[in-house]
């Protein structure tokens, strides 16, 4: 195996493609946003409005507490695929500046070799 050095440095074979890693992201962030229906059934709503007295109670508050559920479902899944993406654009953020370095790095030790060539 090869060991690079700051003028010849060892890449692997193709650059880091940043746009398809954006597309995948975002790909993934919305695969993540999506956990599906999580509405309640209406023959759930039509069965429970068909009870009398603590039947009723028992599923009203069980339809109540399915939606409330659902709802921090949404919420959860949203906060991760908003992290999801920030982590993304972060990443790509810090790729960026470190070719920027390796560039400079790269630019100075080439002119440092011409001259003490």
């Known amino acids: 195996m090869a060991i ?3 003028l010849n440095p060892v890449k692997p074979s193709g650059d880091f493609d940043y ?3 954006r597309k995948k992201i975002g790909e993934t962030a919305a695969q993540t946003r999506d956990i599906g229906d999580t509405s309640v059934p209406q023959g759930a709503k039509a ?3 068909g009870l009398q007295g603590v039947y009723k109670g028992l599923g009203e508050t069980a339809i109540s507490q399915y939606e409330q559920q659902a709802g921090t479902q949404k ?3 949203e906060k991760a695929a908003s992290a999801l993406e920030m982590m993304g ?3 790509i953020d810090y790729l960026q500046r470190l070719e920027q ?3 400079g790095v790269t630019t100075r030790a080439g002119a440092a070799r011409d001259a003490w060539s």
């Open 101 to 103: 370095i390796k560039e």
């Open 89 to 91: 654009g972060g990443t």
């Open 75 to 77: 919420k959860q899944a």
């Open 4 to 6: 690079g050095d700051v």
């Open 19 to 21: 746009e398809a890693y």
């Open 47 to 49: 069965t429970v409005g």
